[in-house]
């Protein structure tokens, strides 16, 4: 049974930094994509970036383009969100989400391909 847990969420001013990461168990983790959502209250769940199983592509939302980075280390099991220039509206609910396609790049994620969701972590950036 796959398992995504978060961490690293937290309040912050709107200029600062943080980092979330994801730590995935119950299958091999260096061969499947992964992915960070959004969520903030009243809105559909987003797609934010993504990472293809060897970490070498990555998909953004043009909303976080050059602010966030995702990154992976598959020794560690672990997929990364690093935030930075975070603004009010970057609040939200962080999930890490991942599929069931082997060897798969990302690049189509979206809520209806996500089969694993971690429980979320949240976010809040003041002004």
């Known amino acids: 049974q796959v398992q995504l847990v978060e961490s690293g969420g937290g309040s912050v001013q709107a200029g600062d930094s943080l980092r979330l990461s994801c730590i995935a168990s119950g299958r091999t983790f260096s061969r499947y994509a992964m992915g960070w959502f959004r969520q903030a209250p009243g809105n559909e769940r987003e797609f934010v970036a993504a990472?293809?199983?060897?970490?070498?592509?990555?998909y953004y939302a043009d909303s976080v383009k050059g602010r966030f980075t995702i990154s992976r280390d598959n020794a560690k099991n672990t997929v990364y969100l690093q935030m930075n220039s975070l603004k009010p509206e970057d609040t939200a609910v962080y999930y890490c989400?991942?599929?069931?396609?082997?060897?798969?790049?990302?690049?189509?994620?979206?809520?209806?391909?996500?089969?694993?969701w971690g429980q979320g972590t949240q976010v809040t950036v003041s002004s």
């Open positions: 989400a991942t599929d069931r396609r082997p060897y798969y790049s990302g690049s189509d994620y979206r809520t209806e391909v996500i089969n694993y």
């Open positions: 990472i293809s199983s060897s970490g070498t592509i990555t």
